[in-house]
């Protein structure tokens, strides 16, 4: 079992930087897949980015390719999302979800999940 809470969201002007952090219960963090995902008003969850148990893999949804940058910090049970070159189509509720199923795919299942963080970017 692992609960998780995202912080770091906010109000940003378009072009500009956010960094959001996901904070981990539970001594077994660097057993789970790490991923992000975002939902915007009146659409699907979708998919963001997600790292390996010991950070060493990650992947990206192309939207944000190149822009953003996910990481984590097994010391301190953490993952982040850096986030650079906002847009206002990158307005969502962002989640961290956590499991212990090896594998990256963009349309894994995950078993836990956070409350979310809002990002909103204006243009």
């Known amino acids: 079992q692992v609960q998780l809470v995202e912080s770091g969201g906010g109000l940003v002007q378009a072009g500009g930087s956010l960094r959001l952090s996901c904070a981990a219960s539970?001594?077994?963090?660097?057993?789970?897949?790490m991923g992000w995902f975002r939902q915007a008003p009146g659409k699907e969850r979708e998919f963001v980015a997600a790292?390996?148990?010991?950070?060493?893999?990650?992947t990206y949804a192309s939207s944000v390719k190149g822009r953003f940058t996910i990481s984590r910090d097994n010391a301190k049970n953490t993952v982040y999302l850096q986030m650079n070159s906002l847009k206002p189509e990158d307005t969502a509720v962002y989640y961290c979800?956590?499991?212990?199923?090896?594998?990256?795919?963009?349309?894994?299942?995950?078993?836990?999940w956070g409350q979310g963080t809002q990002v909103t970017v204006s243009s």
């Open positions: 979800a956590a499991d212990e199923y090896k594998g990256l795919q963009p349309s894994r299942r995950y078993d836990y």
């Open positions: 539970g001594r077994t963090f660097s057993r789970y897949v």
């Open positions: 790292i390996s148990e010991n950070g060493g893999s990650t």
